[in-house]
């Protein structure tokens, strides 16, 4: 007789084959719904039911988020069936900053981004152009433990032959002279709403993509509302993943990457309070959009 582990594997073997989903997947939702219910259980108000089930939502959301579809045309001629696609070029995969301890996971989820968001013109293949911003940790102030600035970052995807169609953008040492996601997603807003980009792709770790993904999303209602925000999760790159100790935040938030968990929801929690993100139930009304207009 099979034990209650082997049945519980062999149930998510069925469910990761009947849904086209990986079991490493099946497993980071599976982590995350435990988490996340037993905290947001724990501070929601409790004539807020909604709270709980909006938040999750958008935690599955962010997650497991549909890659928009990258085409050979102009949108002048796009058809109602073409909702979700954009010209290739209209379209930017943003690797959001991070500590040089998680650096690679969000290189290899640039990587995955742009295999899928990749598209032949006149013979030759081509991606949607990565953009990063020119953070230089020396000119900020207070500098940030634990990160050596982004030009890391483009030497991880140098080193993974990430070259083609790379930009470099201005850091924003003048203007914010720290660095956290507000301003940094506010800079890549008005870039993008300079360039009139159609489609922004913002790439983070499973632990940080929420936040990352509603704090896109909060800075493009305000400033740019036609700018459609995608979210990519990089994938765990080994078995450990989430017990491995490592820098976070502003470089001193140190703990296990499992732990980082309730900190971000604090984060979202208490940023939405202050207004500097929208609530979760707006940003699923703004995903709505996106998906059906």
């Known amino acids: 007789?099979?034990?209650?582990?082997?049945?519980?594997?062999?149930?998510?073997?069925?469910?990761?084959?009947?849904?086209?989903?990986?079991?490493?997947?099946?497993?980071?939702l599976g982590f995350w719904f435990v988490v996340y219910?037993?905290?947001?259980?724990?501070?929601?108000?409790?004539?807020?039911?909604?709270?709980?089930?909006?938040?999750?939502?958008?935690?599955?959301?962010?997650?497991?988020?549909?890659?928009?579809?990258?085409?050979?045309?102009?949108?002048?001629?796009?058809?109602?069936s073409d909702i979700g696609s954009f010209p290739v070029d209209k379209i930017i995969i943003y690797p959001t900053a991070h500590t040089d301890d998680n650096?690679?996971?969000?290189?290899?989820?640039v990587n995955e981004a742009r295999e899928s968001l990749s598209v032949e013109i006149s013979g030759k293949v081509t991606s949607a152009e990565v953009v990063i911003h020119d953070?230089?940790?020396?000119?900020?102030?207070?500098?940030?433990?634990?990160?050596?600035?982004?030009s890391y970052t483009f030497d991880l995807l140098e080193k993974?032959?990430?070259?083609?169609?790379?930009?470099?953008?201005?850091?924003?040492?003048?203007?914010?002279?720290?660095?956290?996601?507000?301003?940094?997603?506010?800079?890549?807003?008005?870039?993008?709403?300079e360039k009139e980009i159609e489609a922004l792709v913002i790439v983070s770790t499973p632990f940080h993509i929420s936040r990352s993904f509603l704090t896109g999303l909060s800075v493009a209602s305000r400033i740019y509302p036609n700018l459609k925000v995608y979210a990519k999760a990089a994938k765990p790159r080994y078995h450990n993943y989430w017990e491995k100790v490592v820098?976070?935040?502003?470089?001193?938030?140190?703990?296990?990457?499992?732990?980082?968990?309730?900190?971000e929801m604090d984060r979202i929690h208490n940023y939405i309070l202050k207004g500097d993100l929208m609530p979760v139930k707006e940003a699923l009304l703004f995903l709505e959009q996106r998906d059906t207009f």
């Open 135 to 150: 953070v230089k940790n020396e000119k900020l102030d207070p500098p940030i433990p634990n990160f050596s600035g982004t």
């Open 247 to 263: 820098a976070h935040s502003q470089g001193t938030l140190i703990k296990a990457r499992k732990d980082l968990v309730a900190s």
């Open 103 to 109: 650096a690679h996971e969000i290189v290899d989820g």
């Open 160 to 193: 993974r032959g990430i070259t083609d169609n790379v930009k470099i953008l201005p850091g924003w040492h003048e203007e914010f002279k720290s660095m956290n996601s507000l301003n940094e997603l506010e800079k890549l807003v008005r870039y993008c709403r």
């Open 1 to 28: 007789m099979k034990s209650s582990s082997q049945l519980s594997f062999a149930m998510r073997r069925l469910v990761a084959k009947r849904f086209n989903v990986s079991l490493t997947s099946l497993a980071i």
């Open 37 to 80: 219910s037993i905290f947001l259980i724990h501070w929601r108000p409790k004539s807020s039911t909604n709270i709980l089930w909006e938040t999750e939502q958008f935690i599955f959301r962010s997650l497991m988020d549909p890659m928009p579809r990258p085409l050979a045309k102009s949108s002048s001629s796009f058809t109602s």
